[in-house]
């Protein structure tokens, strides 16, 4: 019989040691939340550098012969809780100078297995052959694919050299800046000042949508001067690097290299300047550990934690809670938790997976879905109070939930937002994981779980001949408009802006608790939806011309989940974002059977069928970013070349730009002219994901599709470009046809009944949806859960009147 060492030696051939690009997976099982922390250990493949937990190895063995593994277990050391909490300087978590969670630390011992019989050999050990030595040692020593994607999402927004910096004119007027005592050049604001390196101006920063900040004086200078760069006083000091350079063509936070030279032209000595104000990024990292977690969080109630299937906690992996509560929803439904967990095992999985599980979407989905609803991970931790004894009190244990960084990876891959660490619009997330999850179900309609949240929505117009049109949409989500003057306490309103008039008189501001926000039912947000509203400019093809259309619309079906996003992020006049302060009255069960269209009706005739037309409302030329194209023409490419590398790359930036160009420089058509008109606007292909976004924000789909081809496919700049065209809007010529296709759009779609059941509602806390924090409420077993990242607990009072997207489901008689 072999002994252990012998048995290694016979398996060298399937020992590699890993290549500086191979991806290392030692943190995480592949297709488990097992980890080196879990009681057997992780199991790392030598020939694949793959990760499992034991219960799990043995698949991978059968599966591909690979027989050695190096074996990873870490115990908990036991840590002095004195240990002083380090205060945060970057916006990151696990990084140097990032959030200091005061995690424990853990000792790590290593064995080499090799399967199927688990023989063991201590590592390290000399004895061992040298390429295992040096492979191990490969092994622990590389970064984990894992912590290297997130270090490279935390760090990707370094601030860039503004171009406009190099060689930025600056005017001799006689503007010398004193050291301090600064004020707005157009009002009385002494706070949040910029002074504009170009002439010397001082002007006040951005209104924010609760009405503080500055008064929009600095960018209305540079509107009128198109002097590009201004910096913020107040976060210069001798350290120069610190200081807030704001570039307004560039809309970004940049370097400024000549920063020293510019402020001396002014007079200004930045050695002796004190710091009195944070820049961009503290205020932003002072947002993200400063929560104002009140109700949504139920601050300050003493939730019972839960254990068990179903209440297991995700893992904030920095800015992820958009995520986590998305998820915690999604497999809430019977439709996502049969397609995978009841209905596809792990291994079943794990066999049908590609070569590298941690790279398939259907893997990494029934990973979290079994990580989630299995119960093997929502285990309470023994928690120890200050005389190192375990503690007693049940409100006081907590679990460590799972983290779903493999989940994020791969669903993620195809957006460059969702790969960032920056927090991101949740309902954006729930459509683009909508969006994967159908394409992943292609071909097998029937599995597809993304049906349960889909719907018909039918548009009739009628034009003043007295014809109608009907058109029709799919859509996943019911976006509805808030109806302020549908408030049910319009009296306690005014006395609350009475209140607050007269304390602002006196210079004084109302107290938290003084506060009275408005309250509008649900019903009527939804009868908004439904609202006939006038269409101008409407062409009609009974009257050969433009008109004024009647709209309505309607619900063809009913889905077995109905989600409803409430539009509580609005724009104000003067591009000023705003997040409307309201209480939405959302009652348990709704009844929206009224929201059912008919369809044609007797008596009605229809508009005659359109005539291709040229669509004249508006210029559709995709639009390129005029710094990109001018930084690669002034580097010696084609100007023509540099506007498509722009536009082809959705100017992404410079890099991406030049890459683009480079591989597509001999392409045929490379000097053909970029097609303009409606008609050539297939120049540009529309991600539909995106497009989902800007419908559910409440555009027309030509609008949002005419919007992303004319923005290169980038969302806020395509809102902006269809704020910015208002014409646009409500000129948008739409056909007046009901052709086959139309009325078998929405065919195959889920429907039943009317009646719908509050059963999950995401809560957003923050100004805006790309900053802030998410949390869910469920309806489970009867009881309302909260589920706050790792959190889980009985709800005890859910903020139902709070939500910004709601998940009702339908009730079946």
Request: glycine content about 6%; charged content about 25%.
């Amino acid at each position: 019989m072999a002994t252990p060492m012998e048995l290694l030696r016979s398996k060298m051939s399937r020992v590699r040691i890993p290549e500086p690009t191979n991806r290392v997976y030692k943190q995480e099982c592949c297709v488990s939340f097992d980890t080196p922390r879990s009681e057997e250990g992780l199991y790392v493949d030598m020939h694949t550098f793959l990760a499992f937990g034991k219960d799990y190895v043995e698949w991978n063995y059968a599966k591909t012969g690979n027989p050695v593994y190096l074996h990873i277990r870490q115990a908990r050391k036991a840590v002095s809780e004195d240990r002083p909490l380090k205060k945060p300087t970057l916006l990151a978590i696990g990084l140097e100078g990032g959030f200091d969670k005061q995690e424990p630390e853990y000792e790590e011992t290593y064995n080499i297995v090799i399967l199927p019989d688990y023989v063991s050999l201590p590592f390290p050990s000399v004895e061992l052959p040298e390429k295992v030595r040096l492979a191990v040692d490969s092994i622990l020593l590389a970064e984990g694919a894992e912590r290297k994607e997130q270090i490279a999402s935390w760090i990707a927004d370094k601030k860039k050299v503004s171009a406009f910096a190099m060689d930025l004119q600056q005017i001799d007027n006689g503007v010398v800046v004193p050291p301090s005592g600064w004020k707005c050049c157009k009002c009385d604001k002494a706070e949040n000042l910029w002074l504009n390196l170009t002439d010397g101006m001082i002007f006040c920063g951005r209104k924010n949508w609760d009405g503080t900040g500055g008064n929009n004086h600095a960018i209305e200078h540079y509107n009128e001067t198109k002097y590009p760069l201004a910096v913020k006083l107040g976060t210069i000091t001798a350290d120069l690097e610190t200081a807030d350079v704001f570039s307004y063509p560039e809309d970004d936070s940049v370097e400024d290299p000549l920063l020293a030279q510019h402020l001396a032209f002014f007079g200004i000595d930045f050695s002796l300047l004190k710091k009195t104000e944070m820049t961009t990024a503290e205020r932003e990292l002072d947002q993200n550990t400063n929560f104002d977690w009140n109700r949504i969080q139920e601050s300050g109630q003493e939730v019972e934690p839960l254990f068990g299937p179903g209440y297991t906690g995700l893992v904030n992996l920095g800015n992820s809670c958009y995520l986590a509560s998305t998820m915690q929803v999604i497999f809430s439904t019977h439709s996502f938790c049969s397609r995978y967990y009841e209905r596809q095992s792990l291994k079943t999985a794990f066999e049908n997976a590609p070569a590298d599980p941690t790279l398939d979407l259907n893997m990494q989905i029934i990973k979290l879905g079994h990580g989630l609803l299995s119960g093997k991970y929502s285990v309470p931790i023994e928690e120890t109070d200050e005389t190192g004894n375990n503690s007693t009190s049940t409100l006081n244990v907590k679990q460590e939930g799972i983290a779903p960084r493999m989940f994020k990876a791969v669903v993620a891959a195809s957006h460059p937002e969702f790969s960032t660490m920056r927090q991101q619009d949740a309902l954006e997330f729930f459509l683009h994981l909508l969006d994967q999850v159908e394409r992943a179900n292609s071909g097998n309609a029937e599995m597809d779980p993304t049906r349960s949240f889909k719907f018909g929505i039918e548009e009739r117009l009628m034009c003043p001949s007295g014809k109608v049109a009907y058109n029709k949409r799919i859509d996943y989500i019911l976006s509805l408009s808030i109806p302020l003057h549908e408030a049910t306490n319009k009296e306690q309103l005014e006395a609350f802006n009475k209140l607050k008039a007269e304390r602002s008189l006196e210079g004084k501001s109302v107290s938290a608790d003084e506060i009275v926000r408005p309250r509008v039912p649900l019903e009527a947000c939804l009868a908004s939806f439904s609202a006939a509203e006038e269409v101008h400019d409407f062409y009609s093809t009974a009257l050969d011309s433009k008109t004024t259309a009647v709209k309505t619309a309607g619900l063809t079906t009913f889905p077995d989940y109905l989600v409803l996003h409430m539009r509580k992020f609005v724009m104000e006049e003067g591009w000023v974002p705003k997040k409307l302060d309201v209480y939405i009255d959302v009652p348990d069960i709704i009844d929206i059977t009224h929201l059912r269209s008919k369809g044609i009706q007797p008596g009605e005739e229809l508009l005659p069928e359109s005539v291709a037309r040229e669509e004249n409302a508006g210029s559709s030329e995709p639009l390129a970013n005029e710094l990109i194209v001018s930084q690669l023409a002034s580097m010696g490419f084609n100007y023509l070349h540099c506007q498509k590398a722009a536009i082809n790359t959705s100017n992404t930036g410079i890099e991406e730009a030049m890459t683009w160009l480079l591989s597509h420089v001999n392409d045929s058509d490379i000097d053909d002219p970029i097609p303009t008109g409606t008609g050539n606007t297939d120049f540009l292909s529309v991600d539909q994901a995106s497009l989902d976004t800007l419908i559910s924000f409440g555009f027309q789909e030509e609008v949002a599709r005419k919007a992303l081809k004319a923005s290169g496919g980038n969302i806020e700049q395509a809102t902006e470009w269809i704020f910015s065209q208002p014409d646009v809007s409500s000129s948008m010529d739409m056909d007046a046809t009901t052709s086959s296709a139309q009325n078998t759009v929405d065919a195959g779609l889920s429907d039943g009944g009317g009646r719908y059941r509050l059963m999950a509602l995401i809560s957003h806390i923050g100004t805006s949806t790309h900053c802030g924090h998410y949390v869910a409420h469920i309806l489970k077993n009867g009881k309302w859960v909260i589920f706050n990242d790792s959190k889980v607990g009985a709800s005890i009072d859910p903020p139902k009147d709070m939500g910004y997207l709601y998940f009702f489901e339908r009730i079946n008689s």
